[in-house]
């Protein structure tokens, strides 16, 4: 009678919990969206004005946003440590990010471990599948110039020159940085399957915790963003101008982030939302490679990027054995890096949504009474 007593009442205490989260979260969503918006209206003479000082404020509120999202999950317990090469340093280089993907807590996972990496959160352009454009983050993506792809081959060539013409009109306009994608193109537990089967007709390897990852993007992304240089690879040497006339290098690096959870369970937006699973470590392992060592020809290319999904297969396996990932080629350890998050910043970017919001919620109904 002890034990089940006890059990209700730890029951009893995650459900409580659990919507006490969902109402401030949805709260939260109802006052920092609608005035990110609302100030973004207000600020639309400046960007006739001066766009780069727009786009800059901008790139500020859309930190702050996803700051939101992360604090969600780090009040629960959820926290990063990090493995690899330290990406800090380069975060005013131009890069483009490839990350394995299990679950829709990737996104939030990214939003978290980017939020100390200076100015890349408000710099970068995210790839995700058209559906996230009808959740309550939609709008906000919208705004700052993410791109929303639609999957499947009956959409690919047709998507596939919608992103490059989006990269043209807005990743140098809006001084764009970093760009995140995944080229699994799906979830590991959708595609995995599929993908064995594709890799057992051509020969290729078989995987288990990672997908064979698709060309299509990538392969836009660098014939757009990089100059391709006489030896079939990727360079930056010879530079684009943005609309200001400001040359800008173009990318500089890949860099690659392996994602991987405890006992290889996935952490998905419910979990960051309602807090039921315990405090969990997720880990994030970078390696970076220069521009110039990527090809650019799509055969090569293919073969470059399957050889990243190889890697990050032999990275995962490891980790999963041994609970740590390998460390360098030279080196006896990997050393972990906690990521940390200042919790008083954190509270104030609440503070200042939530106070938005209520002096919105005045300034509309003012001008309702104005008006009526």
Not at 155 to 181: C, G, P
Not at 189 to 212: C, D, G, M, Y
Not at 273 to 279: C, M, S, T
């Amino acid at each position: 009678m002890a034990q089940l007593l006890d059990g209700a009442s730890k029951l009893g205490w995650i459900l409580l919990k659990s919507v006490t989260r969902f109402v401030f979260m949805f709260f939260n969503n109802c006052v920092a969206i609608p005035s990110y918006c609302m100030y973004l209206i207000l600020l639309q003479p400046l960007r006739i004005w001066d766009s780069s000082t727009f786009w800059h404020i901008e790139g500020v509120m859309f930190k702050w946003l996803l700051a939101m999202v992360s604090s969600w999950g780090w009040i629960a317990g959820y926290t990063v440590t990090e493995w690899g090469d330290d990406v800090r340093p380069f975060s005013e280089d131009e890069a483009m990010v490839i990350v394995n993907h299990q679950s829709t807590g990737d996104v939030c996972t990214l939003m978290m471990c980017l939020q100390n990496k200076g100015t890349v959160v408000r710099k970068m352009m995210w790839l995700m599948d058209h559906v996230f454009k009808y959740t309550n983050f939609g709008l906000v993506s919208l705004i700052h110039g993410d791109f929303f792809i639609r999957q499947g081959k009956a959409h690919r060539d047709k998507q596939l020159f919608y992103l490059k013409d989006h990269l043209d009109k807005y990743y140098h306009s809006r001084d764009r940085k970093w760009i995140v994608l995944f080229p699994e193109g799906g979830f590991l537990r959708k595609r995995r399957e599929t993908s064995q089967t594709f890799a057992k007709k051509n020969s290729l390897p078989h995987l288990i915790h990672v997908t064979l990852p698709r060309l299509g993007a990538t392969h836009v992304i660098l014939k757009t963003l990089s100059a391709q240089q006489e030896n079939g690879s990727v360079g930056s040497e010879s530079g684009t101008q943005n609309q200001t006339g400001i040359k800008r290098r173009g990318l500089q690096w890949v860099i690659d982030v392996t994602i991987a959870y405890p006992k290889a369970k996935p952490m998905d937006i419910q979990t960051w939302i309602f807090g039921y699973r315990p405090p969990t470590v997720t880990h994030v392992h970078y390696r970076m490679y220069p521009i110039k060592e990527v090809p650019v020809e799509a055969e090569v290319l293919t073969d470059w990027l399957y050889q990243r999904f190889v890697e990050k297969e032999e990275l995962l396996a490891h980790f999963y054995d041994t609970g740590a990932f390998p460390p360098p080629e030279g080196q006896k350890e990997e050393v972990p890096r906690p990521m940390t998050l200042d919790p008083v910043w954190l509270c104030m970017i609440q503070l200042i949504a939530f106070v938005s919001g209520f002096v919105w919620l005045i300034v509309l109904q003012y001008l309702y009474c104005c008006l009526y």
